[in-house]
T-cell receptor
Framework: NAGVTQTPKFQVLKTGQSMTLQCAQD?????MSWYRQDPGMGLRLIHY???????DQGEVPNGYNVSRSTTEDFPLRLLSAAPSQTSVYFCASSYSDFGGAYNSPLHFGNGTRLTVT | QQPVQSPQAVILREGEDAVINCSSS?????VHWYRQKHGEAPVFLMI?????EQKGHDKISASFNEKKQQSSLYLTASQLSYSGTYFC???????????FGPGTRLSVLP
């Protein structure tokens, strides 16, 4: 039982490059979300999804795209990387009675550390 | 809108107690608490639901005041392993759009 798997663990990009951060879960969770965490700061919500085909914006969506074609996968795309996107990115998922993480814990992946130069 | 947490940081000696507070300007339907150690992912501690139901850790307690839109996490007889950053989190009435507070850094010294 792998839980939430994020790849890659580390990535260095040049400004303007694009890339996709992968997130997969094997717990059949409907609710999935992406967070970024900057040094000394909390977790800020980028995008979330309540099921396949349904996504919505969080607190800091600019510069990021997501899609949810299957229950298992929720990739995060950076179309044109900027130094301000240097951060640690966490993917999380939750079992959902009501569409979100109301009464079930969020399970986090181990994170992707991204540096944009 | 992010919940607000206080204090920002706490330093304790082993065996001492601590309280971490979380409040929100909007209605709280449920409150989650997580702990994150340096370089690791956040780990679930507890969920508090409206009506008093709690789920989670049996050695850490918490309260949830729905009317005041506040929650508190109580760490008693702290151990070295309690060190880390504690986050409260909350979503809308279905738990979607789930956001976290800025965190409280707890350091437990021997």
């Amino acid at each position: 039982n792998a839980g939430v798997t994020q790849t890659p663990k580390f990535q260095v990009l040049k400004t303007g490059q694009s890339m996709t951060l992968q997130c997969a879960q094997d717990m059949n969770h409907e609710y999935m979300s992406w967070y970024r965490q900057d040094p000394g700061m909390g977790l800020r919500l980028i995008h979330y999804s309540v099921g396949a085909g349904i996504t919505d914006q969080g607190e800091v969506p600019n510069g990021y795209n997501v899609s949810r074609s299957t229950t298992e996968d929720f990739p995060l795309r950076l179309l044109s990387a900027a130094p301000s996107q240097t951060s640690v990115y966490f993917c999380a998922s939750s079992y959902s009675d009501f569409g979100g993480a109301y009464n079930s814990p969020l399970h986090f992946g181990n994170g992707t550390r991204l540096t944009v130069t | 809108q992010q919940p607000v947490q206080s204090p920002q940081a706490v330093i304790l000696r082993e065996g001492e107690d601590a309280v971490i507070n979380c409040s929100s300007s909007k209605a709280l339907y449920s409150v989650h608490w997580y702990r994150q150690k340096h370089g690791e992912a956040p780990v679930f501690l507890m969920i508090l639901l409206k009506g008093g139901e709690q789920k989670g850790h049996d050695k850490i307690s918490a309260s949830f005041n729905e009317k005041k839109q506040q929650s508190s996490l109580y760490l008693t007889a702290s151990q070295l392993s309690y060190s880390g950053t504690y986050f409260c989190g909350t979503g809308d009435n279905y738990g979607q759009n789930f956001v976290f507070g800025p965190g409280t850094r707890l350091s437990v010294l021997p």
